[in-house]
């Protein structure tokens, strides 16, 4: 049986600012100081974690097994779940929610190729769902640690100016991003893309409706020298329409040394990853690139997370 109050992870409107302040970002910060100790505590053990990922991913499936290992809970992946699970014989997304809770496993982690799929899979589920990206939708664990990340830069999550670059209308990061930073107060947004990829309607009327600030432009130079934090992504290309393009390329969507001048001295650069040539390896020598900071950090916001739903 579930105790925490908090039983899926699907979305980010679903948390507000005391939480993450009080309860999420303590905990993880607690287990970032005993993981670096060597003494992260087994809370989770006898406890087991699903891992079903039905599209590709590095960082979060492995944060998400390295989170709940270092716990001491067990965990199962199926990688690949489109082509090697029983979806491939016709199996509904309901039904392989069924089987895994009958199979005695404590909670999910599920990365969906279908926008709802992790709402979807909550709503036949007893055991908690944590969505880690549901197509061209959410991505609410990325935001909460991309939010850390940023908590732990500037130690205040208002009045910042926050810039999102490049393929908008497929970045689930920076739409769970975008909806995390109107929790906070006197914070503005710069959309950077090109017309056809621009961040979704809904999004920005959500936006607006919380009263956060937002602009739109084309290219990175006209918002880089404004921003407290820069943040890439790379093209979705899987996500494209046949014959669809990104614009005329990574120009004026990317940071090489060149445009890191422009960026000011305590400003920081942020993206998902991967990296695909919006922000080349050679920026990696400036401190200002935290994108392994945010890698790092994602393994404690996920642990913290899991302790969360779990106990
Ligand atoms: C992102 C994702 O999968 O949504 N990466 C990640 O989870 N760290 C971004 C991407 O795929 O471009």
Same mark, same amino acid.
């Given at each position: ?131 880690? +990206?549901?197509?061209? /939708? ?7 640690? #991309? !939010?850390?990340? $940023?908590? =732990?830069?500037?130690? *205040? ?85 046949? +014959?669809?393009?990104? /614009? ?7 940071? #090489? !040394?060149?445009? $890191?001048? =422009?960026?000011?001295? *305590? ?45």
């Amino acid at each position: 049986m579930v105790k925490s109050k908090l039983l899926h992870i699907l979305e980010a409107q679903q948390f507000d600012r005391s939480w993450i302040e009080k309860t999420l970002f303590p905990e993880a910060e607690k287990l970032r100081k005993q993981f670096f100790r060597g003494k992260v505590k087994p809370i989770l053990k006898g406890k087991s974690v699903c891992l079903l990922f039905y599209e590709p991913s590095t960082r979060t499936r492995l944060s998400f097994q390295n989170a709940a290992l270092l716990l001491g809970a067990n965990v199962a992946a199926t990688e690949n779940a489109k082509e090697f699970s029983s979806a491939v014989k016709g199996e509904s997304l309901s039904d392989t929610i069924k089987v895994v809770h009958s199979l005695g496993y404590s909670a999910i982690v599920i990365r969906s190729d279908v926008e709802g799929g992790a709402r979807e899979a909550a709503s036949v589920s007893k055991i908690p769902i944590l969505n880690a +990206g549901d197509a061209g /939708g959410q991505h609410p664990t990325q935001a909460l640690l #991309d !939010l850390f990340t $940023l908590y =732990k830069h500037f130690g *205040k999550l208002d009045g910042l100016t926050i810039s999102f670059v490049g393929d908008l209308s497929h970045s689930r990061s920076t739409n769970s991003l975008s909806y995390l930073l109107s929790k906070f107060k006197r914070n503005k947004i710069i959309f950077v893309s090109p017309k056809k990829f621009k961040a979704r309607i809904d999004l920005k009327d959500y936006l607006i409706g919380k009263g956060v600030q937002i602009e739109e432009v084309t290219k990175i130079s006209d918002a880089i020298e404004k921003s407290d934090m820069v943040y890439l992504t790379r093209p979705q290309k899987e996500r494209f329409k046949k +014959g669809e393009t990104f /614009g005329s390329g990574f120009k004026d969507y990317m940071i #090489d !040394l060149k445009m $890191l001048e =422009k960026l000011p001295k *305590k400003s920081i650069v942020m993206d998902p990853l991967p990296r695909v040539g919006e922000l080349p390896e050679e920026v990696d020598i400036d401190k200002r690139v935290v994108i392994f900071d945010q890698v790092q950090n994602g393994l404690f916001v996920r642990m913290a997370l899991l302790k969360l739903v779990l106990t």
